[in-house]
């Protein structure tokens, strides 16, 4: 570090974790929001809903992480392109940062097809793994100043463009939007469905499998064999014209597709367990974890943002 | 960003973090170290042994947490002081960036006397908000280059200058050296005792009562009235001037007094458990984080560090 043959001492940064703020209004406030995205493949809709987010882009720093193999190095170079594109394009529309870590690790399950991906014998692997990447994300690029930390999935290509300050209005430690995908039903029209199944409310039945099962064990959500009886936020999204999309739930567990929380929480210490964490893992132990630390998890079952469809 | 007029695109970083080594000869393949000290009090012992340190000052940053009080307020200002003199002082002293982080909540207990922290009843509270202040320091410094994590306490006064080589040469993901404490003895002779017990390998006893115990219990080591049969490193160790200081031992629980971690051990999700983690807390909960990870704790019962005698 010299200047003009004068040498300049090394940085010293001095920063009071009480001024960070997390607040209703965050874009008064200024504050900082970090979006995370575990990335495999790369969507042009992803992007596109990302640049159409309505939130100051100067606020916002971007960070991903993609897999060491050859569907993910494509995936960087679709992903550079696209930030080349917006970085170099209209000054208001440029994000505060991008990190891009490639993974030091291989994951579990070479085929990303949604069947595969879904097998209930390759989720304790695939979801300890998407675990790994996620805290490897989020412990590289959590800063101090840091006000929100937005999960949002690589397929997320639809979501309201004031997402950001929709969620953060709430003001609530962890919040989840209920995450649906669009497709064409029997009768040719175009239709919703419920996608993910990790943002629910416990139940005395998957509590009393809990205490039954050995330490290993994971419950896991979604699956026909494994009735447990929770309720789950997916099931009870009013759909009509007139929803409230303001209504909120507690929840014991949350997916991570799209997922809002602030960024104290998770410097408190919450990540995602790629253990068995009281038989829950990722997402849905980041929940447990959370509320183990005295937050609060909540849900908004009215208020949509939209998975891809393969 | 606007440079002579023009603008200029926000930064774009791409790290590979399997590029990121942690090897044993780390100052060979210019490994990065990043120590961390929660610091309560500020001794200038500690910031002296800081400077001795043999390992290239160029490859170390430093972050720091002090708590929100008039005793953290005094101590910010004594090692605002020391950073001064050293920052811009001789090149080669110079460490690369210094991070100081104040704490966005209350200690818990406002006496900081040995005495009083060391109060069973005490512990639980105590080292709570040690796991919550170790985790904001973690998860706002750790960067994607960051090889290794040197956790040091401030009142660690006196180590081997070659500490970090020392402890690196064992490429272990995590390491501890054997606390003691320089005190005179009845005859008023120099001596020194052990000081850290939270460093040791598990015992039948123990895992007993751990089966036994609520959810919310803990084990606490090095209380008279809670016999574990754990074996202690603090009572393993060899004082004598031939003994082997590299010899190395597997453990169960670690102490933080001083502890090499490697990044990629952090990055993966091990974290201080500020709650209960299979009846465990603070760095013994960190521990046993590691192993649920897959990675192996280990101890140097031989190589010393020495606490400050209050
Ligand atoms: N870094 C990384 N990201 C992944 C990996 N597998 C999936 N992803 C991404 O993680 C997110 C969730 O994975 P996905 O397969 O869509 O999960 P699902 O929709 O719940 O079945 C998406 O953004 C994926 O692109 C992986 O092995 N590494
Ligand atoms: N940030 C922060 N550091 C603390 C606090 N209490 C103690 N420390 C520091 O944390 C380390 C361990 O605490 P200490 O009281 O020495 O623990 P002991 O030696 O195990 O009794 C030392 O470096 C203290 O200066 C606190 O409330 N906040
Ligand atoms: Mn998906
Ligand atoms: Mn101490």
Redesign the interface.
């Known amino acids: 570090a010299s200047l003009n043959g004068l040498?300049k001492?090394?940085?010293?940064?001095?920063?009071?974790?009480?001024n960070?703020t997390t607040t209703a209004d965050p874009v008064g406030n200024q504050e900082t929001v970090l979006i995370l995205t575990p990335l495999a493949r790369f969507y042009q809709g992803y992007w596109n809903n990302l640049l159409a987010l309505s939130y100051p882009h100067s606020l916002i720093a971007l960070g991903f992480i993609i897999p060491?193999t050859k569907e993910g190095n494509a995936a960087t170079v679709a992903l550079?392109a696209a930030?080349?594109t917006t970085?170099?394009g209209p000054?208001g529309k440029?994000?505060?940062?991008?990190?891009?870590?490639?993974?030091?690790f291989d994951p579990p399950i070479s085929s990303q097809d949604e069947s595969e991906r879904h097998k209930k014998d390759n989720q304790k692997a695939r979801r300890a793994a998407m675990?790994?990447a996620r805290?490897?994300l989020?412990?590289?690029?959590?800063?101090?100043s840091?006000s929100w930390v937005l999960w949002l999935d690589a397929d997320i290509i639809e979501t309201p463009p004031t997402l950001i300050q929709d969620l953060a209005f709430h003001d609530k430690p962890v919040l989840v939007p209920n995450c649906f995908q669009r497709f064409t039903n029997e009768e040719n029209k175009p239709d919703t469905r419920p996608y993910d199944y990790n943002s629910w409310q416990d139940s005395q039945v998957a509590a009393d499998m809990a205490r039954d099962m050995g330490p290993e064990e994971i419950i896991f959500e979604g699956y026909a064999d494994i009735a447990t009886y929770r309720t789950l936020m997916a099931m009870t999204a009013d759909r009509s014209e007139s929803r409230n999309q303001q209504a909120i739930i507690p929840l014991d567990g949350v997916g991570g597709t799209a997922l809002l929380v602030k960024a104290?929480v998770?410097?408190?210490?919450a990540?995602?367990?790629?253990?068995p964490f009281y038989h829950l893992i990722e997402t849905e132990g980041f929940a447990k974890m959370a509320r183990?630390?005295g937050w609060g998890c909540f849900g908004l079952p009215n208020y949509f943002v939209y998975h891809y469809n393969e």
Chains 1, 2 share one sequence.
Request: charged share 20%; aromatic share 10%.
């Open positions: 040498s001492p090394p940085p010293v940064v001095h920063y009071h974790l009480n960070v060491k550079q930030i080349a970085q170099q000054e440029r994000f505060a940062s991008v990190t891009i870590l490639r993974q030091d675990s790994r805290n490897s989020l412990f590289t690029t959590l800063g101090p840091t104290e998770h410097r408190d210490g990540m995602f367990p790629p253990f183990r630390l």
